[in-house]
């Protein structure tokens, strides 16, 4: 938080006068909603499109840390991540609502900074804020994010269509959120011991941006329409590219091979991981909070995606009896395990 700027406590403007301050400017987008902020509920209204739903709920010294994640990218983060399970059903998000509890250490012009990212968010994403809730709390900020979204009958992908023979294929590169964090967290301890330190992260942009700010892939969701391809199953990586496989094939009752030479992983990722002593596979296995898409395809539909540099295949689907293994270099098969939960360690 920035200490310069006029602070003013929240019970000096009131819980209406807060929410009055951060819904004043928004201005509808969507025709699906009717109704936004201002009455005892939000109206929406989807034709014959059906809707998908999902919440995430992110706890101060779980999910985040304020010491280093600055409030307005929190507020974008926080949308970004649910935005990302609406296009990972291949569906457009329309609206969402924002719960906030807030402790006493937190200003106006605090909970302003974090609605600045919020309507950025839904500025950039076309995405209307259309309700929540706003409440105290006795341990930091507390954010819960609903979001809702539109797909034609019969277009949304599941977890569990994947079929032997499919190509396991992924979007961007993975493990730069997590080799981000990690550059975070080192500079933090060395700031707690001296406060004069400058923190070193200079060349690290983008694995920083990975965690910090990231990005949903809309983009994706487009291309697919173009392309013409429904994949046969998805899910979006928020905890780490080995959990998201095992639950598409659990869901899917599939085995599947993933070719370690295949996992896309930027220079920034491997050079830091190199620095830092951590296997770079281990940072795109288990790391988490890529928000990329994780999708089979049919071998027929091969041909649209091989020269799009948006998508790499990783590997391919098997039958349930051949396990879920990773191909190594080496051409050995090791089981993959799941961690998932590895957010705040
Ligand atoms: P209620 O007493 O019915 O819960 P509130 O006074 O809490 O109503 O909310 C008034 C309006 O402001 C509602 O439209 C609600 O959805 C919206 N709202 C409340 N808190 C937030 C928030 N943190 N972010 C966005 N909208 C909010
Ligand atoms: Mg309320």
Redesign the pocket.
């Known amino acids: 938080m920035n200490k310069e700027i006029q602070q003013t406590s929240i019970s000096e403007l009131g819980?209406f006068g807060l929410?009055e301050r951060i819904t004043k400017d928004i201005q509808l987008k969507n025709s699906s909603t009717v109704k936004g902020v201002g009455d005892d509920a939000a109206i929406l209204d989807f034709k014959d499109k059906q809707v998908v739903m999902s919440s995430d709920l992110l706890t101060e010294g779980v999910h985040f840390n304020l010491m280093y994640a600055p409030l307005k990218h929190l507020g974008y983060k926080a949308v970004i991540v649910n935005l990302s399970d609406v296009y990972a059903m291949n569906a457009i998000p329309k609206q969402i609502t924002v719960n906030i509890a807030l402790s006493g250490k937190f200003s106006v012009e605090a909970v302003e900074e974090l609605y600045a990212g919020i309507h950025l968010a839904c500025e950039k994403y076309g995405v209307d804020l259309v309700g929540?809730?706003?409440?105290s709390s006795l341990t930091g900020l507390t954010i819960s994010i609903t979001v809702l979204g539109e797909v034609e009958k019969d277009a949304a992908v599941l977890r569990s269509g994947a079929k032997p023979n499919d190509l396991l294929c992924v979007t961007g590169d993975l493990g730069g959120a997590y080799m981000g964090l990690q550059l975070l967290e080192r500079e933090n301890e060395v700031y707690k011991v001296n406060a004069k330190m400058q923190p070193q992260m200079e060349g690290y942009d983008y694995i920083l941006e990975r965690q910090l700010k990231p990005e949903a892939r809309q983009d994706i969701v487009s291309a697919f329409q173009k392309l013409e391809i429904k994949p046969t199953s998805m899910i979006d990586i928020s905890d780490g590219l080995s959990s998201e496989i095992i639950h598409l094939c659990k869901n899917s009752k599939v085995g599947c091979n993933l070719y370690e030479e295949k996992i896309p992983m930027d220079e920034q990722t491997k050079e830091m991981a190199e620095e830092m002593n951590i296997n770079p596979l281990v940072a795109a296995l288990n790391g988490g909070e890529d928000y990329e898409l994780l999708f089979t395809i049919s071998q027929n539909d091969y041909e649209k995606i091989k020269t799009d540099p948006d998508f790499t295949i990783i590997g391919h689907i098997t039958e349930t009896a051949d396990g879920i293994n990773l191909i190594t270099t080496g051409g050995s098969a090791i089981p993959l395990v799941a961690q998932g939960w590895n957010h705040g360690k």
């Open positions: 819980e929410i929540g809730d706003t409440t």
